[in-house]
């Protein structure tokens, strides 16, 4: 692997953090970022969401390692300095969202080749949430998984909700599957929108953070969803939703106050996860790992204790090692 860009003025995460290129399946490049952690007790696999980036999670690394966890990130394809997939670079853009799976292997190839602490455990936000639940559903060697927001519908009134079955489906028949979705716009969320209406963290400081982190790297910045992008995801929450939870260790956070993905889908899945437990943060909103420092830590705390209860995993198939993208 070769050493990638990794931009620690803006980080503020352990110091000895740093980022690779790998390349997907289909020759996609993605970048990948590694936290180790001295006498780590495992790995977690942290997938971020949708226009997020490696290092808007560096503070979430210094967390977990503070909990004696290394941590392993990645750049989805479309987003971060991983390959963009349209020529408008700011578009929110996949192809299939099973071409996320291709991400997934390249990651685990990332966490042999760097030769990670064992056992991993992923941790997953929004859309990685969604990548996340395929990805555990299909076996990712993992001993526990949790879940911050994660993406397993998305927050569409009743009447509107047809729509946008109709506009995603016709846009993509129509050669139009690269154009944004409605309300989308070329512009980064964080730089249009004032810190007192946001949906993402009750945070002045993390808000601000964010902001500085795409003023001083807009490279890193994205914008709306495509309409393909859209009914790509309307189609995988969907099918996901049929398939029943795996056999894993489970913990899932959201806010009380979520505005951006559908919370009855969540409690729906958590309430048959047989090895699951739902908490909502009262006043959360969407990133409530980037909420107050009071609110971070008692959920880091939780997040520590569920990858802290697994037994080391023996099972040959949890090893990155025996694992081929």
């Known amino acids: 692997?070769?050493?990638?860009?990794?931009?620690?003025?803006?980080?503020?995460?352990?110091?000895?953090?740093?980022?690779?290129?790998?390349?997907?399946?289909?020759?996609?490049?993605?970048?990948?970022?590694?936290?180790?952690?001295?006498?780590?007790?495992?790995?977690?696999?942290?997938?971020?969401?949708?226009?997020?980036?490696?290092?808007?999670?560096?503070?979430?690394?210094?967390?977990?390692?503070?909990?004696?966890?290394?941590?392993?990130a990645i750049d989805w394809r479309g987003q971060g300095l991983s390959d963009r997939?349209?020529?408008?670079?700011?578009?929110?853009?996949?192809?299939?969202?099973?071409?996320?799976?291709?991400d997934v292997a390249?990651?685990?190839?990332?966490?042999?080749?760097?030769?990670?602490?064992?056992?991993?455990?992923?941790?997953?936000?929004?859309?990685?949430?969604?990548?996340?639940?395929?990805?555990?559903?299909?076996?990712?060697?993992?001993?526990?998984?949790?879940?911050?927001?994660?993406?397993?519908?998305?927050?569409?009134?009743?009447?509107?909700?047809?729509?946008?079955?109709?506009?995603?489906?016709?846009?993509?028949?129509?050669?139009?599957?690269?154009?944004?979705?409605?309300?989308?716009?070329?512009?980064s969320y964080v730089l249009k929108e004032p810190f007192a209406s946001n949906k993402l963290t009750n945070d002045a400081e993390m808000y601000q953070h964010m902001v500085d982190q795409t003023r001083a790297h807009p490279e890193l910045g994205l914008g709306g969803p495509s309409l393909r992008w859209l009914h790509e995801a309307l189609r995988e929450c969907l099918i996901l939703s049929r398939r029943p939870s795996p056999d894993l260790p489970c913990l899932t956070v959201a806010g009380s106050d979520e505005m951006i993905v559908d919370m009855p889908r969540i409690k729906q899945r958590m309430r048959a996860w047989?090895?699951?437990?739902?908490?909502?943060?009262?006043?959360g909103r969407h990133e409530v790992l980037m909420d107050t420092a009071t609110v971070r830590d008692d959920l880091f705390d939780r997040i520590g204790a569920l990858y802290d209860a697994q037994v080391a995993c023996r099972n040959p198939s949890h090893d990155p090692s025996e694992i081929s993208a």
């Open 1 to 72: 692997m070769e050493r990638a860009p990794y931009f620690d003025d803006v980080a503020d995460g352990p110091p000895d953090g740093g980022a690779w290129w790998v390349s997907a399946s289909d020759g996609v490049r993605l970048r990948i970022g590694y936290w180790p952690c001295d006498g780590a007790k495992g790995t977690v696999l942290l997938y971020p969401g949708r226009t997020e980036y490696i290092e808007k999670y560096s503070r979430a690394a210094t967390d977990l390692a503070a909990r004696g966890y290394a941590t392993l």
């Open 85 to 102: 997939l349209t020529t408008d670079q700011m578009a929110g853009h996949v192809h299939l969202f099973a071409d996320y799976q291709r």
């Open 106 to 187: 390249a990651m685990l190839e990332a966490a042999r080749a760097l030769d990670v602490p064992n056992p991993l455990h992923l941790l997953a936000h929004s859309m990685g949430g969604c990548i996340g639940l395929r990805a555990v559903m299909d076996g990712l060697p993992v001993a526990s998984c949790a879940f911050s927001g994660p993406m397993w519908g998305i927050q569409i009134s009743a009447t509107l909700r047809p729509v946008a079955w109709s506009l995603s489906w016709s846009g993509r028949r129509l050669g139009m599957g690269h154009v944004y979705a409605p309300g989308g716009a070329a512009e």
């Open 274 to 283: 047989p090895k699951g437990t739902l908490y909502i943060v009262d006043g």
